[in-house]
């Protein structure tokens, strides 16, 4: 069974008002277990509307959303949704309300029936996870931390919550490159040691490449791109044609290949693009001093 489901779902703000805006439309996706589906799409397309979707915050105006088979729209599953959905919004560190890490991270788990021992185990282990040293962090006020670690602290309130999906609104917006690193750290660590799901949202095309399973494109809240990043990346125009970037590696292989240099490569990485190049020229070479 996949983890997350949508079926033909929509979402519209303020139904019914002469101010009605139709967030989405038409959205089918099916997300399996351990997977990490990047969304991406121009702003105002309905990212952070579907990450809202995915937990229960908001409910389809039409199809439905499924979470490990619970349906979203069902009051009795709000509990085991915000559970097992954790949710970390854009600049998460602007929520922060208490006045030290540990209470911070523990802010969760403290409403969730455990016994303290419970709760300092799973403060560590959240804090171990975003790469904090617990000792060092665990009574400082959240404010006293860089940029980078604010948003590790933040991530790590979530994670102390064992969610089985992570949803990411733009995680490493407005960090520094440090940051940044340690959070795609700890994100393919969770995939790879707690088969966690994840909804990263993004519109930076290269993290998308060395991130992301699979690529989901909204436009204008419908489906305009569902692929592998290779597949989505083969087509810099139609990305461009919407706003979005393309990868500095699949621009390249995009314009070598239409004008006659057939490089096979996924495009991903400079470094794959580069190699090949070099044995095209290897084997051009080779057929000059033949002759
Ligand atoms: N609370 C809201 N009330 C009314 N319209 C909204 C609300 N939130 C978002 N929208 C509209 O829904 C559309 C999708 O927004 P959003 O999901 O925030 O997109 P993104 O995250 O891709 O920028 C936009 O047209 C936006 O203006
Ligand atoms: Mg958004």
Do not use: C
Not at 152 to 175: Q, W, Y
Not at 211 to 228: H, Q
């Amino acid at each position: 069974m996949p983890v997350i489901t949508m079926e033909d779902v929509h979402h519209a703000y303020l139904k019914g008002t002469s101010l009605e805006t139709h967030a989405l439309q038409n959205i089918n996706l099916e997300v399996s277990e351990g997977e990490i589906l990047a969304l991406a799409g121009p702003t105002g397309s309905g990212k952070s509307t579907l990450a809202m979707l995915l937990n229960g915050l908001l409910v389809p105006t039409r199809g439905r959303v499924l979470i490990n088979g619970l349906d979203t729209r069902q009051k009795k599953y709000r509990r085991e949704l915000w559970r097992q959905v954790g949710l970390v919004f854009q600049y998460p560190e602007y929520q922060f309300f208490e006045e030290n890490v540990f209470k911070e991270v523990a802010f969760g788990p403290s409403n969730m029936d455990l016994t303290p021992a419970e709760i300092e185990q799973r403060v560590t282990h959240a804090l171990k996870n975003v790469g904090l040293d617990p000792e060092v962090v665990r009574e400082r006020s959240p404010w006293s931390l860089s940029g980078g670690q604010r948003r590790r602290v933040a991530l790590a309130s979530i994670l102390a919550n064992r969610p089985r999906v992570l949803v990411l609104d733009e995680p490493t917006a407005g960090i520094d490159p440090a940051g940044k690193r340690q959070i795609f750290k700890t994100i393919k660590k969770l995939k790879q040691d707690e088969s966690i799901t994840v909804i990263l949202i993004t519109h930076n095309m290269d993290d998308i490449a060395s991130m992301a399973d699979r690529v989901l494109v909204l436009e204008r809240g419908k489906p305009f791109f569902m692929g592998t990043p290779a597949e989505v990346f083969a087509d810099p125009p139609g990305l461009r044609s919407i706003g979005l970037d393309v990868p500095f590696a699949a621009e390249l292989k995009h314009r070598l290949n239409t004008n006659g240099v057939p490089l096979q490569t996924d495009g991903l990485t400079i470094d794959g693009v580069e190699k090949e190049i070099n044995s095209y020229l290897r084997s051009k070479k080779s057929v000059v001093s033949s002759q």
